[in-house]
Nanobody, 116 residues
Framework: TVQLEESGGGLVQPGGSLRLSCAAS????????MRWVRQRPGKGLEWVST????????DYTDSVKGRFTISRDNAKNTIHLQMNSLKTEDTAVYYC?????????RGQGTQVTVSS
């Protein structure tokens, strides 16, 4: 059974940083492209970032480019999302997923709130 568990969310002021983590199990992690998606209040799921199986290739939605960094540790079956220069519009529940849209296979999410 695929299990994905996100952590690291919280309340942060605009301009602050957070590092999200996702612990994965139940599948061949090193053979799986991983993604972060988010759901802002009142909105649908939105793709944020993708990392290739080896971690060499990454991609980001335009609104987070230059501020967020995705990484993975295949020895620990974990991915991370380093989020810097956070903005109020980054407030959302963040999920890791192994899925393509509609991202049905995802964890329970971690809440990120950016507010002064």
């Amino acid at each position: 059974t695929v299990q994905l568990e996100e952590s690291g969310g919280g309340l942060v002021q605009p301009g602050g940083s957070l590092r999200l983590s996702c612990a994965a199990s139940g599948f061949e992690f090193r053979d799986t492209v991983m993604r972060w998606v988010r759901q802002r209040p009142g909105k649908g799921l939105e793709w944020v970032s993708t990392i290739s199986r080896t971690g060499v290739t990454t991609d980001y939605t335009d609104s987070v480019k230059g501020r967020f960094t995705i990484s993975r540790d295949n020895a620990k079956n974990t991915i991370h999302l380093q989020m810097n220069s956070l903005k109020t519009e980054d407030t959302a529940v963040y999920y890791c997923t192994i899925d393509q849209p509609p991202y049905a296979v995802r964890g329970q999410g971690t809440q990120v709130t950016v507010s002064s």
